[in-house]
């Protein structure tokens, strides 16, 4: 024989056959031959260890611990009477809690959208500053969004002054991290 070390004889006291492909029992981590490596064919004294099962809650869905020899329907059904974190009668969390606070709208948000100069919260069609009539920024934007006049906000020819936080210098690190 060329190769003494190649292969393996099945680990079963009956069979003791060489295989030179042996698989591995996942339980007890012995090596069979093709005819002996399920659990059941060689007897697996760790077979109990491969089929365990964690039951899961179907009302919080949450995994429930079952000791060995416990029925799991009927620990299942006590922690839906005691510990179950969802209860039948409780209301479900509301998804959409910030109201927009434009006078006459009624939407809600599920984040918040605020408004850098006045703080409020609005919903996506009132978020920019013109659209929900906001008052302490200044004097509103024109509906093109285009005011070349106003003394808060300078262009292009006022970013010299402004110097490195300038408007021009915004724009281009928006652009850089695109």
């Known amino acids: 024989m060329e190769f003494p ?7 079963e006291k009956t069979c003791r056959q060489l295989d030179f492909l042996p698989l591995e029992c996942d339980a007890c981590k012995q090596g069979f031959c093709k005819d002996h490596f399920t659990c059941a064919a ?3 004294p760790f077979a109990f260890r491969k089929g365990v099962q964690v039951p899961v809650c179907p009302l919080c869905n949450s995994p429930i611990p079952v000791k060995t020899g416990a029925v799991p329907d009927v620990v299942v059904g006590e922690h839906m009477d005691g510990a179950c974190k969802h209860h ?3 209301k479900k969390e509301k998804i959409f809690t910030y109201r927009c606070s434009k006078e006459g709208c009624r939407r809600k948000e599920m984040l918040r959208v605020a408004c850098a100069e006045c703080r409020g919260s609005f919903c ?6 013109q ?3 906001c008052t302490r920024g200044g004097p509103a934007a024109s509906t093109a969004g285009c ?5 808060s906000e300078p262009g292009p020819s006022g ?3 402004e110097g490195p936080g300038g408007w021009l210098a915004r724009r281009f ?3 850089v991290k695109r």
């Not at 996506?124 to 500053?129: F, G, L, M, Y």
């Open 5 to 11: 070390d190649l292969g393996k004889h099945c680990s």
């Open 88 to 90: 039948p009668g409780k």
């Open 173 to 175: 690190r928006w652009r």
């Open 124 to 129: 996506i069609q009132h978020r920019h500053p």
């Open 42 to 44: 060689h007897k697996c």
């Open 131 to 133: 659209d929900h009539g």
């Open 147 to 151: 005011s070349a006049a106003r003394d």
């Open 159 to 161: 970013a010299s002054r």
